[in-house]
């Protein structure tokens, strides 16, 4: 670091940052826009951004009810895979992953992507089957995924337990090695500067009331700093959205849930890719301070709140100190929860809706984050031109009564 560079720091830190100059603007609400995103988490400041980069829209509003990245975009895990089985999914988050890759390239901000690889564990012959036949789905629709068999696991990750006999013993593991983590806050971070760069408005503690509906079509919200008119409106609320949708006259599919993750005390590096049981719904990775964040399985009761039980930390603790002998005696430092939207086939939903002009983005469940760039892309074209491209066709509303499902809870276990 310069000596410039440490002088201003230390400048603005006398000053209490009064001189700092903010990534974004904090504008007042227009009136009017061309389009309007209701969400300032990941997924709807990529849907802003890629509306002004792709689509040449620079009149937009992104609306969010809190402050940026106070969501559940700052309550995740980080996780970063691709590997689903079935094609529609594998071909979405595939596209996310290679937007993932140039990301920081792309927003001129480190969003500290780490290739650090993802392994999902085997611990049984059952389990073993149904992962090498996600791998050779994966291998057909042109993403990397490779067996590990329980040595070659050992190889890779020394820390785990080898011993055969424990409740949940290694038998192998997939790996996906351009997997790994970002940093969460900084994805909402890049993208804001970003979409605020080209001309985004980008509005905090402004929360959607209501909506203006004339004759079947969107023509604006209410909110809690007034009416803002629009002709087109992005729904990427995460765990409301079925809370909006009641607003705007009609039921979603979901169901809300808590999702529970923690952080241990700092240790040095020890953990190099992250970890995953599905059988458990456990898994772990190491961060760059030195933290293990470990996350679980939702909380089976729906809910919005962000507390969620004990009982689920200490199953997936328990799981994990068997699996990791080693942290044992590592201390918890902090638990957090986010609220997570649950389709009943564990896929997510962007879709036109009952309403024209007013579109959805949400039941991600608990895969969203790794979404983040490919999700904000493709709803960027269907706000924009009215119609899905190819990668959000499968997840249109109509797939629940024409029973097209794309059944990711059975194929993927885990979502993370």
Avoid at 396 to 410: M, Q, T
Wanted: charged share 20%; hydrophobic share 40%.
């Amino acid at each position: 670091m310069s000596k410039y560079s440490i002088f201003t720091l230390a400048r603005n830190a006398f000053s209490q940052h009064e001189n700092w100059p903010e990534a974004w603007r904090s504008p007042e609400p227009r009136p009017e826009y061309d389009a309007v995103i209701i969400g300032g988490g990941g997924h709807g400041l990529a849907t802003a951004y890629y509306l002004a980069k792709e689509h040449g829209l620079t009149n937009v509003a992104v609306l969010e009810k809190g402050w940026i990245g106070g969501g559940n975009t700052g309550r995740n895990t980080t996780i970063v895979r691709s590997n689903y089985l079935f094609d529609a999914s594998a071909h979405l988050y595939e596209h996310a992953l290679k937007l993932w890759e140039g990301l920081s390239q792309e927003l001129n901000y480190n969003v500290m992507f780490s290739q650090r690889g993802v392994m999902n564990l085997a611990h049984d012959q059952h389990e073993a089957r149904d992962l090498k036949r996600r791998v050779h789905a994966n291998r057909l629709n042109g993403i990397d995924s490779e067996w590990l068999d329980r040595e070659q696991v050992l190889d890779f990750c020394p820390v785990i337990n080898s011993d055969p006999d424990i409740r949940f013993p290694i038998v192998g593991a997939t790996l996906q090695r351009r997997g790994g983590t970002a940093r969460h806050d900084a994805v909402a971070w890049g993208y804001a500067r970003g979409a605020d760069a080209r001309g985004v408005d980008i509005i905090q503690n402004c929360e959607v009331t209501g909506f203006l509906i004339e004759g079947g079509a969107v023509k604006g919200v209410e909110t809690t700093r007034g009416t803002i008119r629009t002709g087109k409106v992005g729904m990427v609320a995460a765990g409301h959205t079925s809370v909006l949708a009641d607003l705007a006259g009609f039921r979603l599919p979901l169901e809300s849930h808590p999702l529970q993750a923690l952080v241990s005390e700092p240790v040095k590096p020890v953990l190099d890719t992250v970890v995953m049981s599905n059988a458990v719904h456990a898994y772990v990775s190491q961060s760059d301070k030195g933290e293990l964040v470990i996350g679980a399985g939702i909380d089976g009761y729906v809910s919005y709140s962000q507390r969620g039980g004990f009982a689920i930390i200490e199953e997936t603790l328990a799981a994990i100190v068997e699996i990791f002998p080693i942290f044992s005696r590592m201390r918890m430092l902090r638990q957090w929860g986010g609220i997570v939207d649950v389709a009943p086939d564990a896929s997510a939903i962007i879709s036109r809706t009952p309403v024209d002009g007013l579109y959805v983005n949400c039941g991600w469940g608990t895969g969203g984050f790794k979404a983040t760039p490919g999700s904000g892309h493709v709803f960027a074209h269907l706000v924009a031109t009215g119609q899905p491209n190819a990668l959000a066709a499968p997840f249109a509303l109509d797939r629940f009564s024409s029973g097209e499902l794309v059944a990711e809870h059975g194929a993927a276990a885990v979502a993370h």
